[in-house]
């Protein structure tokens, strides 16, 4: 690994050490303040003792792991890192590691200007593409004028798109076959989920503007394909390139939804609920905060965030509030979902994947709806939330959808 990473890695794990220090002192801090209560005024002046020996005792305590951790990452970095070795995304299951680390705590990394913190990307083969003209060509020598990019989901990098599908076969990615059978280029994005969904949308309708001015050859169309939070991604990217006029937004034919919690996903839903919860009771109080730290892209996560005016001056930990201002599609594209059930309907109606329902998927709620068509989805049983990144159901439909807009090119 370069010395940058490994002092990046030191930094992150001692930032890790400083948040757990913190969570064993606001429990520690919980008990004893019920403590105090209970036997009343009498326990003042031994309440005062307490919690300014606790402070100082667990403030030595965060310093000097805090310290050890970046002294050995500095001395670990001259002795056994150098920039000319390897980057950590050679190295799959630490960059694996890491795209969860961004998911979690991405927003986190990125304020401590954390070497870790991933931007928004174009990969090739595993690495970054540099937007430029003759890096673009390069990295892709057989461009054609269709282009299909792909984002992935929450605490997941580009790699994802590889997975295998469910029997095990080598059926090669999406992007693959595609190539194979419409023409369409694929492009890969990676970026850190933990940041805010609007950032990165804003952040993807940059990229494909710098993309679409440097691409080898006239685009004549570009499909967008997400998976999970990715679809959020797209809905945003394809707001915000309207907003700024962008080029390429005139050039979507088709914005595909794989599993994206358009309406919300209950897990966030239930996390929120659960420190709420535990905040109203002074032991379990720093378990809250512990849970309320997690990024702010999974917090967007609870309703189907995609516009910066959903989380901008409020509280984002407020219990279980839907602010959520609708997305309008853009005129030229369709906009299709894919919806799965990890059970037979009766049961998987409740469960949907295990981690988005159905009804999320395809933007179907009681008092918010996302305008897919019912003609334009696909509703499965028996797969679950990461068997959409590769099964054989799925592509046929996906060929299906994206050869109507290469038949209507034809013929036009």
């Known amino acids: 690994m370069q010395r940058e990473e490994v002092r990046s890695l030191a930094d992150a794990a001692g930032e890790g050490t400083r948040v757990l220090t913190t969570l064993v002192r606001d429990l520690h801090s919980g008990i004893a303040s019920r403590v105090f209560c209970l ?139 595609l190539q194979a059978d419409l023409g369409y280029t694929p492009v890969y994005l990676r970026y850190n989920t933990g940041l805010h969904i609007s950032h990165n949308g804003r952040s993807v309708a940059d990229l494909l503007n710098q993309l679409h001015r440097v691409w080898p050859v006239p685009v004549e169309e570009i499909a967008l394909i997400g998976h999970s939070m990715g679809g959020l991604v797209l809905r945003s990217a394809c707001h915000y390139g309207t907003q700024h006029q962008y080029d390429w937004t005139d050039a979507v034919s088709r914005v595909i939804c794989l599993g994206s919690p358009n309406l919300g996903a209950d897990l966030e839903k239930g996390v929120n609920a659960a420190a709420w919860a535990l905040a109203r009771l002074p032991e379990t109080r720093g378990i809250a905060k512990f849970l309320n730290l997690r990024s702010s892209g999974v917090k967007d996560m609870r309703y189907g965030s995609c516009l910066d005016e959903d989380w901008s001056d409020c509280d984002p930990d407020e219990f279980l509030r839907d602010r959520c201002h609708e997305v309008p599609f853009l005129p030229t594209a369709t906009y299709h979902f894919v919806a799965t059930t990890a059970a037979p309907r009766a049961v998987g109606i409740l469960m949907g994947d295990h981690l988005v329902r159905p009804w999320s998927a395809s933007g179907v709620g009681k008092s918010r709806r996302i305008p897919f068509e019912p003609q334009h989805g696909l509703t499965l049983t028996g797969l679950n939330h990461f068997d959409l990144l590769n099964d054989p159901s799925i592509y046929i439909k996906v060929v299906e959808w994206l050869g109507q807009s290469t038949e209507q090119e034809t013929a036009i």
């Open 39 to 177: 036997i009343g005024p009498a326990a003042k002046p031994v309440a005062i003792v307490h919690n300014k020996t606790a402070a100082l005792a667990y403030g030595a305590v965060d310093r000097a792991i805090r310290g050890s951790i970046t002294g050995v990452g500095a001395l670990a970095a001259q002795v056994y890192a150098d920039d000319e070795s390897s980057t950590i995304d050679s190295y799959p299951r630490v960059a694996g590691a890491i795209a969860v680390l961004n998911g979690i705590y991405g927003h986190q990394l990125a304020e401590r200007g954390n070497g870790l913190a991933w931007s928004m990307q174009v990969r090739q083969h595993g690495k970054p593409v540099n937007l430029t003209p003759a890096a673009v060509a390069a990295a892709f020598p057989e461009a054609t004028g269709r282009i299909a990019v792909f984002v992935h989901g929450w605490v997941m990098d580009d790699r994802a798109w590889r997975r295998r599908p469910r029997t095990g076969e080598r059926t090669p990615p999406y992007g693959a076959r």
